[in-house]
Structure formats: structure tokens, C-alpha cells
């Protein structure tokens, strides 16, 4: 079985990130650049799945500057057997990602491709859907188990107040959430053999764009906090300056 | 405190190649998010976290640079030091670990054991089934083992072993322990030093634990106490006959301490550095205050010397050209240097240094262990005498 996992470079979240000359861009001096963690649920499960087939193939995709192909290398490492770069160096917004994927991934006959929920970088959750309905597949996402059966996969996902389940007929999309596994370290064996995996490079032309950034400020300093008073006396001034100053009540 | 992301002021990383680097960060994001959260605790209390075996050898760090064939990692020296150091970063109870079992104790069954030695002992030791210990030191033969007491009668069929070892790293969890003993040769009427497989379980074969100590907490020492063991002659390496035998093990476990301790000294400096930019004293940052610089900046300078050294020390190891006199130099150099820096960075934290919130102190009472085991500062002071002058001052 072929699987697909789409996987994003973000920068870490330990990182201080800084904003970008032109004011809509993050500044990537001094970043360190990681695998996105929601990416890292797809890929083990990926390679869960193969290894329990015994067999198949998982391939990772990715778009986005040269500095990517470490992240690339990374999954490599995991257990993926190839990967694609699709390479460009302009910013991709969610439906111009969607389609180059689409288009790379439409003739691999892969039965799954996965996503991770989101990237923990701009949070907008749209590529994986809109990839799979580029692709015409059925889509579940932020899934938080997944267990296959021949062609069919029960998944569950973690909705407000209880669990849904859900049963999906492959091929599909899927999107993964925490909580689906524990993603496995890197073996040193699984680096050395990473290094003799192809990455096949290939130059991509962004279509046109559909959303433009305007702008992109990073959240105002906080204000130092007040203490109120001290012991049950301070409570009514406490539900006082809850109710009508932070009018979070 | 800041996640820590490496010590690299001299674009140190330039000299590695991809998958060196890729092989130390993986290590280096292990270390942070599974084993820096047992470690105080364990300290503490004074176990090694066994838990963490699975995983390290999941990770191929157990006998990391043997060929695959063994089920063995089959990475490259540097790689396998960078390795060390990151574990070191996290505690020398867990780098001590990896350094008994992969070049203590595989490695002498590797370089000196018999093929059906290795294929039966190596894979489940690179797997982490079977822990290793190495026993040479003992009670009365710390720096000079050539005086050892340890002696193997030859009986039919093998040999009965009668001695005691000390200061065993992993001693009491190990499956089998390397014992160096000597036995006459039937021919010369020599004594030769000869290492032996000894297995748990074997009848007058106990290993009880030394409790009590101040450093190396979070990892097991042990003595080893041989009474009449039998031990069959399929469990003789063939191949180690004399001091050297114990000592070509020795050569490849300074190497990996060489790097680890510069692990331990960027725990300590990136401790010391965070914390000067944080610790407020007479309106500012203590980083702010020169006195304070000098020490950084000390630190800093020494941690990248070290690091220079260990890379290519791993160069020449990768050729095959090193001597054991340039592994005593970096052993020596890098364990000083990793303790000064744990000492400065102790007194810069103030009374925070000396508490389990910060690694600095752990790091600076395991230091004084790692100083000493493998042989001493000054007996690689003396080896490197010898090395220049030409005379043994301690032979
Ligand atoms: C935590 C820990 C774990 C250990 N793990 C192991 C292990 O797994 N296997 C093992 O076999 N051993 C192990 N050791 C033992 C270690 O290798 C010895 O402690 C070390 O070789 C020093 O021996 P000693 O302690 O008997 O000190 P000594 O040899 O008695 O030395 C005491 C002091 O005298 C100095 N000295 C001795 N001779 C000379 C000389 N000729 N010139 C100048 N100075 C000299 C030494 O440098 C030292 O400062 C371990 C030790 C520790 C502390």
C-alpha cells in the first residue's frame, strides 16, 4: 500500500520569533526550524501502518525553500522511503499549497494521505481538506485513533463533550491530532540510512495567490499584574475587578 | 530556563557532516523530553531509571559504532562522540551507561571474542536485553591493575575464578560482566592478564551494590565478588592476552568521555548564562556585572577548545590513526575543563547552584567520578610524560 504524508517545516515554538523587514513575513535569522508536530502523528502512523502490512511504500511531500529537505531528511530517518520536494521560495497560502500537492501527489495511487490538523505556524487547517477535495477523496480530520480493516479505516476524533466515530473507505485523507501515538525517535541506523533515500527535487510554479498578508504583529506585551488583596476579605474586590475592569465575568 | 539548542560559538557544526548533526539533535531532543525529566528524581534517590534501556537502544546508541551485522548502529566515531556528549548533557549516569555496555563491554567481545561470542552475546546487547558490566579495578588495584589479585585456575572443561572487583559500573542489573583475571600460562609459567564472560547466576557469583555515594547517583556501582566461580572455557575471550586486552576497551571509553564531559560543561554554562540574564542583584542583570562576564566568557572559550579537540580526535580515530596518548590528552584536558566550568557556574547561580532546580550541581559531583574512573588526571598526566620524554614514570 502507498501512503502519502504531506509534512510542513514550522519554526520551533521555543523560538523567539521575530517579524520580518516587511513587516508580513517572520525574520528567519536565528530560527530553528522543526518538523510540524501535529506532521509527526502522520508520519508514525504511517509507518505503522506499513510496518503491520509488512509492506507498501510512504512517501512524504513537501514544498517550501532548500532549508526543508533537512526536515524532509528527518522523516527519512523515521522510516519514510522517499520524498518530495516541491520546491519554490515564495510563501504558499493554504489553497495555492493544496493544489501543487494535489497535482504531486494525484498520480503516486497512493490509499492514504495524511496531514497533520494544522501547522502550529499560521494555524489555518485548510490544507489537508482542500487537498483532498482536489483529489476527490473523502476527508477526516484531526483524527485521535485509527484502526484499518482491508480497505476500511475506523478512526475516532475528539469532538466537544464525547467521541465521534468514524468509519472511511479508502483512499482517503485523513488529519491527525495529539493523542493518535507516540511519534518514535530516529534511530541512529534510520540517519545513516536516510542519507541513501532519494529526495526527488522538483521546481514549482505557485499558481495565483488567493490571500495576500497584510500585515503581521506579534501580540502585545502583558501588563504586569495587581494584586487585589489578601485572604477571603479580597474576594468582592476581586469579583468587582473581574466583572467590570477585565469584563471577563 | 530556555531550551537548550547546542554550544557552537565557532561554527563548529561547518566541520560535521549532515548526518553527524542530525544524529547529535536527535540524541540532544531524546535527552530533553524523556530524560531530563527522570533524572533529578533519580539522582535523588539514587537509582539508575532503567526504563530508559528500550529506548536508547531502540535509538542504536548501545554498541553504536559496531557493524551492522550485530544489530549494531554502524555510525562513524564522531557521530558515536557527538552521541556521548549529548547523553552526557543529560546526566554522566547515563552516558556512563552507554559507554560500559557499548565500549566495556561489547567491544571486548567484538575486538577480542570469537564470531559465536559475538553473534551470541552482541545482538541482544545492542537491543538492550542484556546489560554489561566490565570489571578490572579492584579494592587494592585502582591505577595500577597489572597488581590485580583476581586469578583463574584452569579446571577441565574451563576455568574457576577466585577475587573481587570494585567501583563496577552497572554491576548489580548486569546480565554478564567482563572479568580481567590473570591465569598462568601452562608453557611460560607467566601470569597473563585474560578477560573472562561472567554470567549472573553462575554459582559464586554475586555483585552487591556500593550505596553511599555523593557523585554518579543516577547510576549503579557495584562490587564483584568471585568465589569459586566455573566458568566454561567457551566463556574465555581468545583474543585479549596482557594488560592491552582491558586497556584497547579503556582507549575506546575515554574517547566517548572525552566528548561526553563537554556535554556536561554546556549544561553548566547554558545554565549559568540563562541564569545571569535572569538573576536580578543592585538593579540589573548579574550577567551585567564584569566579574560575572569573565566567567562566561571563560567558559565559553574553554567549552570551545574541548569541542575543537573532540572533533578531531573523532577524525583521527575515523582514520585510524590515533594514539592512546592523543585520547589521554583529550580525556585529561576535557574532564578538568568540564569540572572548572561546573565549579564557575556553581558560584554563579549563588545558593540556586547548590539546588536540584538547576543541573549544575549534579553535574559537578558527577565530574569528580568522571575525573578519576578511567584512569586518573594524573595518570593520563603521566601517559602523556611518557609520551614526550620517553620514560614511564609509573611502570
Ligand atoms: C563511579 C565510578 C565508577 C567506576 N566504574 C568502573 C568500572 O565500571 N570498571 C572498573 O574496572 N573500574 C571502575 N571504576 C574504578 C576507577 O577506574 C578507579 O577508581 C580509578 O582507576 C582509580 O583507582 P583508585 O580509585 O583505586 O585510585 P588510586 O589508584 O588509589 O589513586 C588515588 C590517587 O592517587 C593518584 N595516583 C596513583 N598512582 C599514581 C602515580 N603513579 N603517580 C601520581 N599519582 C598517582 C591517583 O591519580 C589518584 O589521585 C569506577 C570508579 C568510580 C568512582
New interface residues.
Given amino acids: 500500500m502507498i501512503q502519502v504524508v504531506c509534512i510542513k517545516q514550522v519554526a520551533?515554538s521555543?523560538t523567539r520569533v521575530k517579524i520580518g523587514a516587511d513587516g508580513k513575513s517572520l525574520d528567519p535569522s536565528g530560527v530553528?526550524w522543526i518538523l510540524n508536530p501535529y506532521d509527526e502523528f502522520a508520519v508514525e502512523q504511517a509507518l505503522r501502518v506499513k510496518e503491520k502490512l509488512g509492506a507498501g511504500e510512504v512517501i512524504a511531500v513537501s514544498l517550501g525553500g532548500a532549508g526543508v529537505q533537512?526536515t524532509l531528511?528527518?522523516v527519512l530517518?523515521m522510516g519514510a522511503d522517499r520524498a518530495i520536494h516541491l520546491k519554490t521560495n515564495s510563501p504558499a497560502d493554504p489553497l495555492q499549497a493544496a493544489r501543487a500537492l494535489a497535482a504531486a501527489i494525484r498520480d503516486l495511487g497512493a490509499q492514504i494521505v495524511w496531514f497533520g490538523r494544522q501547522a502550529i505556524d499560521d494555524d489555518a487547517a485548510q490544507v489537508g481538506p482542500m487537498t483532498a477535495e482536489l483529489l476527490q477523496l473523502p476527508c477526516v480530520t484531526s483524527i485521535a485513533s485509527f484502526e484499518l480493516e482491508g480497505t476500511t479505516a475506523t478512526v475516532e476524533r475528539d469532538i466537544e463533550g464525547g467521541r465521534e466515530v468514524v468509519e472511511v473507505t479508502l483512499p482517503a485523507a485523513l488529519t491527525t491530532d495529539k493523542g493518535l501515538n507516540e511519534p518514535?525517535?530516529?534511530?541512529?541506523?534510520g540517519?545513516?540510512a536516510?542519507?541513501k533515500k532519494p529526495i526527488d527535487e522538483r521546481p514549482l510554479e505557485l499558481g495565483e495567490a488567493g490571500l495576500e498578508v497584510v500585515s503581521l504583529a506579534l501580540p502585545a506585551a502583558r501588563s504586569a499584574g495587581r494584586i487585589v488583596g489578601q485572604g477571603t476579605a479580597a474576594v468582592p474586590e476581586l469579583l468587582r475587578v473581574l466583572r467590570e475592569e477585565a469584563r471577563v465575568l | 530556563m530556555?531550551?537548550f539548542?547546542g554550544v557552537d560559538f565557532y561554527e563548529i557544526d561547518s566541520l560535521l557532516s549532515?548526518?553527524e548533526r542530525?544524529?547529535r539533535d536527535?540524541v540532544r531532543?531524546?535527552v530533553e523530553d524523556r530524560y531530563l525529566p527522570l533524572v533529578e528524581r533519580a539522582y535523588e534517590e539514587a537509582y539508575f531509571p532503567a526504563e530508559v534501556i528500550p529506548?536508547i537502544a531502540?535509538?542504536?546508541?548501545l554498541g553504536?559504532t559496531l557493524p551492522?551485522k550485530y544489530g549494531c548502529?554502524?555510525?562513524n566515531a564522531l557521530?558515536y562522540g557527538l552521541?556521548m556528549q549529548e547523553l552526557e548533557r543529560g546526566d554522566s549516569g547515563l552516558r556512563s551507561f552507554a559507554s560500559v555496555q557499548g565500549s566495556l563491554a561489547m567491544y571486548p567481545i567484538y575486538a577480542y571474542g570469537s564470531e559465536a561470542q559475538r553473534m551470541k552475546w552482541l545482538p541482544r546487547m545492542a537491543k538492550g536485553e542484556l546489560v554489561g558490566c566490565f570489571g578490572l579495578t579492584e579494592p587494592d588495584f585502582g591505577s595500577n591493575p597489572a597488581g590485580m589479585i583476581t586469578r583463574a585456575e584452569r579446571k577441565v572443561g574451563g576455568y574457576v575464578l577466585n577475587g573481587a572487583k570494585m567501583w563496577i559500573t552497572n554491576g548489580t542489573i548486569a546480565d554478564l560482566a567482563i572479568v580481567w583475571a590473570k591465569l598462568r600460562d601452562e608453557d611460560t609459567g607467566r601470569d597473563d592478564i585474560h578477560g573472562f564472560i561472567l554470567e549472573k547466576g553462575m554459582k559464586g557469583f554475586s555483585a552487591p551494590e556500593q550505596k553511599r555515594k555523593h557523585s554518579l547517583r543516577a547510576s549503579v556501582t557495584s562490587e564483584l565478588i568471585l568465589q569459586d566461580v566455573v566458568v566454561p572455557e567457551e566463556n574465555l575471550l581468545p583474543d585479549a592476552v596482557g594488560l592491552k586486552g582491558p586497556l584497547g576497551c579503556l582507549s575506546q571509553a575515554r574517547f566517548g568521555i572525552a566528548f561526553g564531559v563537554v556535554g556536561s560543561a554546556m549544561a553548566c554554562f547554558h545554565a549559568a548564562a540563562e541564569y545571569s540574564k535572569s538573576r536580578v542583584q543592585f538593579g540589573r542583570p548579574i550577567g551585567g556585572f564584569q566579574l560575572v562576564q569573565e566567567r562566561l566568557a571563560d567558559m565559553l572559550t574553554q567549552i570551545t577548545q574541548a569541542q575543537l579537540l573532540c572533533v578531531q580526535l573523532g577524525r583521527l580515530k575515523e582514520r585510524g590513526t590515533v594514539r592512546t596518548e592523543q585520547i589521554s590528552l583529550a580525556k585529561r584536558n576535557n574532564c578538568e575543563m568540564a569540572l572548572e566550568v561546573a565549579r564557575e557556574a556553581r558560584d554563579v547561580l549563588g545558593a540556586n547552584g547548590i539546588t536540584a532546580e538547576y543541573p549544575v550541581m549534579r553535574h559537578m559531583c558527577n565530574l569528580e567520578s568522571v575525573k578519576t574512573y578511567e584512569g586518573t588526571h594524573n595518570i593520563h598526566t603521566l601517559v602523556l610524560g611518557e609520551a614526550i620524554t620517553g620514560i614511564a614514570a609509573y611502570r
Fill in positions: 520551533d521555543e530553528t533537512a531528511r528527518n530517518a518514535r525517535y530516529a534511530s541512529l541506523k540517519i545513516m536516510a542519507k | 530556555a531550551r539548542s549532515e548526518e542530525q544524529i536527535h531532543g531524546w529506548e531502540e535509538m542504536g546508541l553504536a551492522e548502529a554502524g555510525v557521530a552521541a
